[in-house]
């Protein structure tokens, strides 16, 4: 098994940035790809960045030009980089890592448990 443990959620204002990181630990794997999602009160959550094992990276709607997604595969760990953010930005965030458990070769597909992220205005 593979655990998610997200970190650098906070409070911060208009126009401010973030570092979110999420650390996989537990069962050697082959990193396959992972996304960063988040949910908002009230509304479904939503993909906000990927990145490939390949290293392809892609940013979803609203985040385009101010998100980053970038990985440290030495560190087994993906970040999120947020900059000028936006009260409408405000939601719980989650990451989601699929790969290969090399010991068994099963598929996996694991999620964090969420790191809040407020934006105030």
């Known amino acids: 098994q593979v655990q998610l443990v997200e970190s650098g959620g906070g409070l911060v204002q208009d126009g401010g940035s973030l570092r979110l990181s999420c650390a996989a630990s537990?069962?050697?794997?082959?990193?396959?790809?992972a996304g960063w999602h988040r949910q908002a009160p009230g509304k479904q959550r939503e993909l906000v960045a990927t990145i490939t094992g390949g290293g392809r990276t892609n940013v979803e709607g609203a985040a385009k030009g101010r998100f980053t997604i970038s990985r440290d595969s030495a560190k087994n760990t993906v970040f999120l980089h947020m900059n000028s953010l936006k009260p409408e930005d405000t939601a719980v965030y989650y990451c989601?890592?699929?790969?290969?458990?090399?010991?068994?070769?099963?598929?996996?597909?694991?999620w964090g448990q969420g790191t809040q992220v407020t934006v105030s205005s």
């Open positions: 537990g069962s050697i794997f082959r990193f396959e790809v």
């Open positions: 989601n890592v699929g790969g290969v458990i090399v010991r068994t070769g099963g598929g996996f597909s694991s």
